[in-house]
C-alpha cells in the first residue's frame, strides 16, 4: 500500500511570517520524518521598520522554547504595552489599543455596559483611565511579567463565554444604581493610577534588565 502520508512541505515566501511558521512546523514535527523547505525571493529584500508585534509573539516563542531574554538580545527587541494609532479618527486624534483589560467587572455584569451608562450621564473617566497599561504608557513606565508566569497575566488570559439573551442582559444594566455605579468605577480609576504609580519607569526597568 502507498504510503499516502504528507512528507514534504513548502512555504512559498519568506519575511518574519513565513519563517515563524516553519519554526512552528518543525517544532510541531520534531518526531517525524517531515522535510520542510522555505522558498524566498532574493530580488524582495527586508522591510526597513520594525515588526510590530502583539502578546501572541510571546506565547510563540515559549512553545518554541525560546527563552525571552535571548530573544530580546538577538532581535534588538523592546517590550510595547500596546499600540497608539494616530490620526486614526481625525487629524489630531489618537486612539490607544492597550494590551490589556479596561476596568474589572460590576457584580456579575461586565465592565463595558457599566462604562458605558455612566459616560452617557457624564459622570465616567475616559476609558484608559481604567486600564493599567494605558495609564503605565502614558506615564512612562513598564511592569513585565516573568516568562514562566507570563501567560497568567490577565492581559493574555483567555476567557470563557456566557450565552445571554441581550435583553435580559441590557436590562440588568439599566437596573443599576447610577450613583453606587459611578463610586465603583472611581475606585477602579484610582486602582489603575495607583498600580501605574508603582511601576518602575522604563528606563529604570531597563537598567535593571540590564544588571540581572
Not at 39 to 56: C, K, R, W
Not at 151 to 168: C, D, K, Q, T, V
Not at 180 to 200: C, D, I, W
Request: with cysteine; glycine share 8%.
Amino acid at each position: 500500500m502507498a504510503n499516502t502520508a504528507i512528507q514534504n512541505i513548502t512555504i512559498v515566501g519568506g519575511g518574519t511570517a513565513g519563517w515563524m511558521a516553519a519554526a512552528v512546523l518543525v517544532h510541531h514535527y520534531r518526531e517525524h520524518p517531515l522535510r520542510i523547505q522555505l522558498v524566498e525571493s532574493e530580488q524582495i529584500g527586508t522591510v526597513g521598520v520594525g515588526e510590530a508585534t502583539v502578546p501572541g509573539v510571546i506565547r510563540l516563542n515559549q512553545y518554541l522554547g525560546i527563552k525571552e531574554s535571548d530573544f530580546i538580545a538577538a532581535t534588538g527587541a523592546t517590550f510595547k504595552l500596546g499600540i497608539e494609532f494616530a490620526d486614526w479618527y481625525k487629524p489630531g486624534e489618537s486612539f490607544f489599543h492597550p494590551f490589556a483589560d479596561f476596568g474589572a467587572p460590576v457584580g456579575k455584569l461586565p465592565f463595558f455596559p457599566c462604562w458605558l451608562k455612566l459616560h452617557k450621564l457624564g459622570r465616567a473617566a475616559p476609558l484608559e483611565d481604567y486600564c493599567l497599561s494605558a495609564a503605565m504608557s502614558e506615564d512612562g513606565r513598564l511592569l513585565v511579567y516573568e516568562q514562566e508566569s507570563f501567560s497568567e497575566a490577565s492581559w493574555l488570559a483567555i476567557y470563557n463565554g456566557l450565552h445571554f439573551r441581550p435583553r435580559r442582559y441590557l436590562s440588568d444594566v439599566d437596573q443599576l444604581d447610577t450613583e453606587q455605579l459611578a463610586q465603583l468605577l472611581e475606585k477602579m480609576r484610582r486602582a489603575v493610577a495607583l498600580g501605574s504609580e508603582h511601576a518602575p519607569r522604563h528606563e529604570e526597568f531597563l537598567a535593571q534588565l540590564a544588571t540581572d
